[in-house]
């Protein structure tokens, strides 16, 4: 009787010991998102989660947990089992956040970044009465009629928002700031000469600007969009330190194994260099990200946290 417990001790330790050390992942991984479905970082996420999906062998299921500037997906990922299983799909308003928000309920160190995937372009526009043909003139008659001019966003503290307050720090102008509950809205009254310009994702302003329902004056980045060729960057329209975009980056709980970090970071990295998914992402105007390790990635974040804490503070910028 002694040995048969003791050998239902070795085989019971046996397969206890085996399901610890199951490979990574051994079930479905949850992605969270913190915009709408149908959105530009929705479209982005769900393109990487589709070929993450296959690269890792599991089902990578995209859940939207939308609202306050992605801070609601942010804290139910922080307090997530720090096991892998449970990813945030970052944009750089969690960088915004940090400063924005005087309360978060949690700590922005609660999640870690794995890689950086993707840079989403804007496009500074206007609605074709403004007589503006490029960003110099726009800004040039801002700085002599600012009552005359307004913006709108996708609400304080959006990528959107951010991008015109990088403008205004910079070039020391004063317009008027009109948040809307999302880009869609705040596009739809720039075409309908409501508010004057707007700085929106090329993904969703490219079809405007085509249409001629928008004016392009200059995209962000640092190069030119795949899908606005002909629009001159901000360097390029005579703005040398201007540059700016929505980037997205996977993120994890602290906590979670570096093997782990590891094994995610290396796939999304096989994810973005796949040629399907660079031509999908730049069909719609996004740049996938070459080479972001997590060590690389914590880097950007900093250096993102502390721009947009300058422009924040300078800006005097409260949350709605």
Partial sequence: MKTYWMALCVATLGVASAHAQAPYPDHPVRMVVGFAAGGSTDLVARIV????SAVLGQAIVVENKAGAGGTIATDAVAKSKADGYTLLFGTSSHAINTTLYKRLPYDPNDVVPVSVVASVPMVLAVTPSVKANNAKELV??????????SYGSAGKGSALH????LLKYQEKIEVIHVPFRGASQAIQS????????????VSTAAP???SGKLKAL???TATRSSVLPNVPTMKEAGFPNYETSIWNMVMVPRGTPTPVIEKLSAALQTVVRDAEVKQRMQKIGVEPVIGSTPEKAAA???AETRRWAEVIKAGNIQPE
């Avoid at 989660?49 to 993450?52: D, E, G, I, Q, V």
């Avoid at 951010?162 to 307050?165: D, F, H, I, S």
């Fill in 140 to 149: 040039d008659d801002i700085r002599r009629n600012p009552a005359k001019y």
């Fill in 218 to 220: 200059a995209v962000t």
């Fill in 190 to 201: 720039v075409m309908a000469g409501d508010v004057q310009f707007l700085t929106d994702a």
């Fill in 208 to 210: 405007m600007v085509q």
């Fill in 162 to 165: 951010m991008a015109v307050e």
């Fill in 300 to 302: 950007f974040v900093q």
């Fill in 49 to 52: 989660a589709n070929k993450l």
